[in-house]
């Protein structure tokens, strides 16, 4: 039942996204950048994104030298354990460079897609109580459910169609306000501790990739706080790299078989701590040979760092910043020509 109030969310979205004067362009020389589940807080210890402020602002200043479009998509603020006043209290500058990197809507308004932690935005009332100077971070801000590159690419946050995070989300976001959030600055845990879960996860994950197969759509979600690359996940991509560093072992002279042996045995550990993460339940296998329809940003809460997806002539890649040295490093890359070809002609 769930499956079809998405389906049929997605579609209506994607229908909107896809109007004249809503899709963005996506040309060659379009450069754009997409963070997700930031959930920036009130800086107590029930912020999950205070760890990574400064990681997340060394990212966003490359970007804009380097003449990026920002895509926020959704969850961008923990609109169901703080208001907007504590939130700009922290992340004032943050927030007034994200609006400056967004892309500009027909109406020159700058674009920011919500989630379900940040649907206040929708509200009449999300900005009463703000002071003139706070108003002016919203003033020239058109905010969105979804967003579509070219008619290629569909952006959407990912709750849509769930009954406690779409239709009852007020419900839930009482039971954050009231109860996770005592929880959360009494034990000092985030969004790696047991507010995960991997059940129902990989349930989304699922229900995303079968959607974007059907619908023959390259797929860009957040919301599941878990990075995919064309379908696959960095778990099932570190399988397939350390499937082709065995092959070539076999062939391997004694002097590479040293250098190969070194590399199985760091992506062996990877895959291991991959899987500490998800309490040993491995992310879902869509099938031997996936369409590579679907995507995922990741979130911006991670231990050691957050992750993105870029896009940029003619390339998507996924993108890990490490909170260590506060290091860009590309994760996974491909021909987004390809992706959309093999997404339009699939072969199963």
Not at 57 to 62: H, I, M, P, T, V
Not at 108 to 120: A, L, S, V
Not at 221 to 228: D, K, L, N, S
């Amino acid at each position: 039942m769930s499956y079809r109030r998405m389906a049929r969310k997605f579609a209506r979205l994607k229908e909107q996204a896809n109007l004249p004067g809503k899709m963005l362009p996506l040309e060659p020389e379009d450069r754009y950048v997409v963070f997700s589940d930031h959930h920036k807080g009130d800086g107590s210890g029930a912020d999950d994104f205070k760890k990574n402020a400064y990681l997340y602002l060394q990212a966003l200043n490359y970007y804009a030298q380097e003449k990026f479009k920002l895509i926020v998509l959704g969850d961008s603020e923990e609109l169901w354990e703080n208001n907007i006043q504590s939130i700009l209290n922290n992340y004032a500058d943050i927030i007034r460079l994200e609006i400056k990197l967004a892309p500009s809507s027909a109406r020159g308004r700058k674009i920011r897609i919500w989630g379900n932690h940040d649907k206040e935005v929708t509200l009449k009332n999300f900005l009463a109580g703000l002071n003139s100077q706070q108003l002016n971070f919203f003033t020239h801000v058109e905010y969105r459910e979804a967003l579509s590159l070219g008619g290629q690419i569909f952006l959407i946050h990912g709750h849509q169609g769930r009954f406690f995070e779409d239709k009852a989300w007020r419900i839930s976001r009482w039971a954050v306000h009231f109860i996770w959030k005592s929880i959360q600055k009494l034990l000092n845990i985030g969004i790696d501790g047991p507010a995960e879960n991997p059940h129902l996860r990989s349930q989304l994950e699922n229900d995303y990739y079968r959607w974007a197969k059907e619908n023959q759509t390259i797929l860009v979600c957040g919301h599941t706080h878990r990075a995919m690359f064309a379908s696959l996940s960095h778990y099932h991509y570190l399988l397939s790299q350390k499937s082709i560093m065995e092959q070539k072992l076999k062939y391997a002279n004694l002097e590479e078989k040293k250098k190969i042996k070194e590399k199985i045995n760091h992506l062996e550990g990877e895959i291991q701590r991959v899987l500490k993460k998800t309490s040993g339940l491995p992310p879902p296998d869509f099938s031997a040979n996936p369409i590579p329809c679907y995507f995922n940003s990741g979130c911006c809460g991670y231990t050691n760092g957050l992750t993105a997806l870029e896009i940029e002539s003619e390339e998507i890649r996924l993108i890990k910043w490490e909170k260590e040295n506060y290091y860009r490093r590309i994760l996974q890359a491909g021909n987004l020509k390809e992706i959309i070809s093999q997404t339009k002609h699939q072969d199963q």
